[in-house]
């Protein structure tokens, strides 16, 4: 078996874009994959995009033809869908073609598009993510939903809010260096404390934003970039997926999360690593206490214990293990669809040395990507390793 | 690499059936499938769902995880949207699953619901597959859109609505016996001919219905079929997928589906056979004219002599190559989503010798599918064959 080597990444800036087409932006990111890579579009086999909600918030389906011809591309193209995982599973559809030898060049990515729309119909289309029979018609949202998680956890280990308020601010101070980021700017966390709050106990600053962007990354066979002279140091070893049910009165435990639990599990053992070979982690914290419950899944630390090394800045730039360097989804921004892709493009410029905060992990040869789906019903974990 | 085969098929009803939710459709027809199948649920690797429209007809996207509880289902559960070819895409990549040894026990399908709602608004949500931006906000829906389609085949090759009733009667009459089909009734050529138009030359009998329904397959490798005496004489030999320009104006023949001519060639060369070989089909008439066209991509007929073939009555179940004996997308029904599964289900039936009108392909050994999304922006073909 081939290994999926990462050729190439391109990002859009992840911010508020009302003015631009989905198409616009994924036609953005694709090209700069392309050109990242080195690879020309001729040679793609295939094109497996993420987009959550794009029938809701452009009135458009069937993206994949869409985004295909905006990559210029005119090979069989397949969108994903899994809610906020959406690219991660369009990622590890990708790993497994190239894998299978049934391609050699696959581009996986996403898009999304929302800050067009006033809030509250964001709000409503990101809701459909949860359970609607049993969920959103009782008026929940997924600020409510993480809101419970966090109680849940609280109850159960404790933490605070400060404790949330330092992966925040962390986030925040990550974000700073990265011009792909929706928020370059610092946030205290005194000012995450003194924000509003959405659904106690969870802050303004316990959210990720609304935002428009989109992410592509080539993969390819080694067998490809060895006879084509692809520059592409990092591979994808190791992937996993979970799945849980969505609603959270159908869990054992609020304040745990098995999908993702399952999806790093199978993710290591493919890899054949373990999260002590782990250097370096971008994770789905689409609000606080969910890249709390992730470092967890992710076996960084036991269950209870990560809001401990939240607190005690074990996983900031200057700590053990680096958490969520482009910023996460809290201070990058989380184009719902493209986000997993997003992910994987980060990790692989941190392990390439060409992100902003690589100086950070400078000796770092694993990294993790963890991609989560609504309350983390759905779960995407991908390992990469970057040639010593 | 294992041929992946066709353990058992799962069909719910195809009709109106605005009192149950998604989840019960997709349960039962999983369900079903596994009784057929004799695999237990607990040897299920991954699932695969195809759904076009849920996020705006039930207010629920992330359907995966929802489905995969409805099926009693823990393992990764994965979304397919490809508009009408959603289900298509979702069994195709559970065939390439279980080739790659990845897994053995893979479950393909989809579910769709609409008739709950009023039908304009079904037309706005369906109108999602085309290009919002191009088609739609001129006032493009799909019956104008294979309207135009039809228009341009009449005028390059000729033919005459009296040639696409053919069709709608042959695919009603071939509904007769099919338990699962909306439409157990017949439709005269007179009949289609005196209905009201809906957009001309197409009238009420040459669109398909509004439908609810699901299917399920269950996918097994060789290897599984052996040691567990699992009894799947019907193989997948064949996949291919094909992506086009979605908008009409963008192609540059209207009255051609190239995505579909270059899904049914990467279905015959991975299958090894040709469209002579081919004993039985079924294919995604949407509309009649679209069945005209499906039969040119696959190689049954010439470009422009399909309509002449559908005159003619080769398609007929006494004809030379029976199209559609299930009642097709037209007579049986059209769960968007769920079409590609059932598609798949019907023609194993077909091969099996258990279909209602197995008798009329007694010796067939090779089936195909041929699944699109929109005006076949997407396609996709599989190639079948039952051990002689």
Redesign the interface.
Known sequence: MTDARVAGVGLTHFGSHPER?GRDLFGQAALRAFEDAGVPREDVDA?NVGN??G??T?????????L??AAG???????????CASAG?AVR?AV??V??G?ADVVVAGGMERMSHLPTEDVTA?L???????FE?RSGMTFPGAYALMARAYFDEFGGTRTDLAHVASKNHEHALPNEYAQYQRKVSVEEALDAPPVASPLHLFDACPITDGASAVVLVSEAYAAEHDVDAPVAITGTG??????ALQ?RDHMARTPAAD??AEMAYDDAGVGPDDVDVAEVHDCFTIAEVLATESLGFFEPGEGIEAAREGVTTKDGDLPINLSGGLKAKGHPVGATGGSQIAEVTRLLRGDHPNSEHVADAEVGVAHNA??TV??AVVHVLEVDA
Do not use: W
Request: aromatic share 4%; with cysteine.
């Open positions: 087409t094109l959550f909600m029938s809701i452009e009135n458009q389906g069937h993206q994949a033809p869409l295909a011809e591309l005119t090979c069989p193209a397949t969108r994903y869908e899994e809610a599973v559809e497994k073609t894998r299978s049934e289309g809701s459909t993510a949860a359970d609607e029979l959103v997926q979970g799945t849980d049910n969505i159908d399952q999806a789906g609504g019903a759905s």
